[in-house]
């Protein structure tokens, strides 16, 4: 095995440290977030986030976007315990599903697949191709069709300890990871680290590779369901909306198909605009090197901390019009009082 860098890292236990350097053997990836201007531009947003209040997930920090930090990440993963069987588990029918049988491309309404693109890559931290669904992810878009809510902490530290237990699968929920440090408070130690790598929003050209949507707009998008172009409606469209049940699920018989023809924008797949590569993209060896950090991913590093600093600064300029208002008082308590005790002022007429 090569030279592993520890980073600095002071292991609790020997067992840690073996653990550490078989994950920093790992690929690791970016997360992958939710775009809310593709939400939009598709007619989605509204509603994936009343599925998202659904199971009371409308004020978690699922949808907010970080970076990935390899240190932390590596650190925070080798260093995992989670003891998962306790308490009374679900009943969800069949013990041993066939999973190939689950593909989210067969799921008919959009948003039920943006849905569940969101659990799958950034709750669950799936690669891009990767399309089956598992029995947590249909458990989860279950719930969140009958207004029953779901700890999603379970389900993010049970995929964690999936993850380490396989030794080939890429790690690519290190955004995750500076979540939950954000969460307890660790912003100020991050400051002094560089960003691995940014974030990988689920944009046009991501739903366009992975067979979402059939062409790239940029006014009218082709859903695609089972590989295939349904031709009922074009996005965004009411059809598309959770709220009546009867878009869950659409007729695809009887519907006639247009003359073939090459998707509009197909073609112009190649020349979509692309993300810009990182400086650690030109580093043959990713596994043993911190790279360096561009400007996108710098930014986005900073983005939480500007957020943070912007609050702070509201709240210095109220406390201090509050102290200036409070001197102001005191300064004319203190000159009424001056002027009080002034001896009476003398006449210049008199002697």
């Not at 977030?33 to 997930?57: E, F, H, K, N, P």
């Not at 690669?127 to 249909?138: G, H, P, Q, Y």
Request: charged share 20%; hydrophobic share 40%; proline share 7%.
């Amino acid at each position: 095995m090569a030279h592993i860098d520890c980073m600095g890292i002071k292991f609790r236990w020997r067992a840690q440290r073996q653990k550490f350097e078989e994950l920093a053997e790992r690929e690791m990836h970016p997360n992958f977030y939710a775009d809310d201007g593709v939400m939009t531009v598709l007619g989605l947003r509204d509603s994936v986030i009343y599925l998202l209040s659904q199971i009371g997930w409308e004020t978690t920090p699922i949808r907010r976007q970080f970076v990935t930090y390899r240190r932390l990440t590596l650190e925070f993963l080798s260093s995992l315990i989670y003891l998962p069987n306790h308490g009374k588990g679900i009943n969800r029918g069949n013990d041993e599903p066939e999973e190939h049988e689950f593909l989210s491309g067969n799921i008919h309404n959009p948003t039920f697949r943006y849905f569940h693109k969101i659990l799958a890559h950034t709750l669950f931290g799936k690669r891009s191709n990767i399309t089956t669904v598992s029995r947590d992810e249909l458990f989860i878009i279950f719930c969140a069709s009958h207004n029953r809510p779901v700890n999603g902490a379970t389900y993010m530290l049970a995929s964690f300890d999936l993850l380490i237990q396989d030794d080939h699968a890429p790690i690519q929920i290190g955004g995750l990871i500076i979540m939950i440090a954000n969460a307890i408070g660790l912003r100020q130690p991050m400051l002094d680290l560089n960003p691995f790598c940014g974030i990988q929003p689920m944009n046009i050209l991501f739903l366009f590779n992975t067979m979402f949507i059939g062409n790239l707009g940029p006014e009218e998008f082709e859903l695609l369901i089972n590989n295939q172009a349904f031709y009922l409606f074009t996005m965004p469209s009411p059809m598309t909306s959770v709220h009546n049940r009867n878009n869950w699920l659409y007729n695809l018989d009887g519907i006639p198909s247009p003359v073939r023809s090459t998707p509009t924008g197909y073609h112009d797949a190649a020349s979509a605009p692309h993300p810009i590569p990182s400086v650690e993209s030109a580093v043959p060896d990713l596994r043993h090197h911190m790279p360096g950090t561009d400007y996108n991913t710098a930014i986005q590093a900073l983005m939480p901390e500007q957020d943070a600093i912007r609050e702070e600064l509201t709240m210095m300029g109220h406390e201090f019009i509050e102290y200036m208002s409070r001197m102001t008082n005191q300064f004319h308590e203190l000159l009424h009082r001056v002027n009080s005790f002034a001896p009476p002022t003398r006449d210049s007429t008199s002697g």
